[in-house]
């Protein structure tokens, strides 16, 4: 069974930055792609950037310049640095993973998920 656990989340002003983590269970080696996407109330799941093998990444518009995707292979964890951060950017954010490749920013295209972390913007 696969568990992704989702921290680093928090409450932040306008500008600052954060960084999340999400801890795998098992082998990360096993995932050839991971992604963090984001949901804000009311809203559909956004998909914010994915890293694949090679370490590969694509990165929505939204976030592109201003978050950081990486992942840390020997401790099975996989990050997402966000500077900059905007109220916009308030959301409960989740990391997800898929044992095949692709550069996706589809939901649907990662049958694994975190519960997900709280980032909260102020202005």
């Known amino acids: 069974q696969v568990h992704l656990v989702e921290s680093g989340g928090g409450s932040v002003q306008a500008g600052g930055s954060l960084r999340l983590s999400c801890s795998a269970s098992?082998?990360?080696?096993?995932?050839?792609?991971m992604a963090w996407f984001r949901q804000g109330p009311g809203e559909e799941r956004e998909g914010l950037a994915t890293?694949?093998?090679?370490?590969?990444?694509i990165y929505a518009d939204s976030v592109k310049g201003r978050f950081t995707i990486s992942k840390d292979n020997a401790k099975n964890t996989l990050h997402l640095q966000m500077d900059r951060l905007e109220p916009a950017d308030t959301a409960l954010y989740y990391c997800a993973a898929a044992r095949g490749w692709r550069l996706s920013l589809s939901r649907y295209d990662y049958p694994y998920w975190g519960q997900g972390t709280q980032v909260t913007v102020s202005s």
């Open positions: 098992g082998n990360i080696y096993s995932f050839l792609s």
């Open positions: 890293i694949a093998t090679h370490d590969s990444t």
